[in-house]
């Protein structure tokens, strides 16, 4: 979910480094994942972080994750 409330999707196959990536990065910053009007799960990032991420280019509109930050004040 954007920061404007616009869901996009990630990736559905990322390779074993991506995998660790993102995984390390948002250890203890998730909340409870949800179903998404669509049913795919939802894994919101906890308050007072934003993931940043990158959109892909090509027929399907998904995007990468880049990093996790703290969410400027």
């Known amino acids: 979910m954007l920061l404007d409330g616009v869901p ?3 990736s559905r196959s990322l390779d074993i ?3 660790t990536h993102v995984a390390r990065a948002v250890a203890g910053h998730l909340e ?3 179903r998404g009007a669509d049913g795919r799960t939802v894994h ?3 308050p007072g972080f ?3 991420i990158r959109r892909t ?11 996790l930050r703290p969410l400027d004040t």
């Not at 280019?57 to 990093?67: D, E, K, L, M, Y």
């Open 8 to 10: 996009v999707t990630t």
């Open 17 to 19: 480094p991506q995998a």
């Open 32 to 34: 409870e994942s949800t």
């Open 44 to 46: 919101p990032v906890a």
């Open 50 to 52: 934003v993931a940043e």
């Open 57 to 67: 280019s090509g027929r399907h509109a998904t995007v990468q994750f880049v990093r």
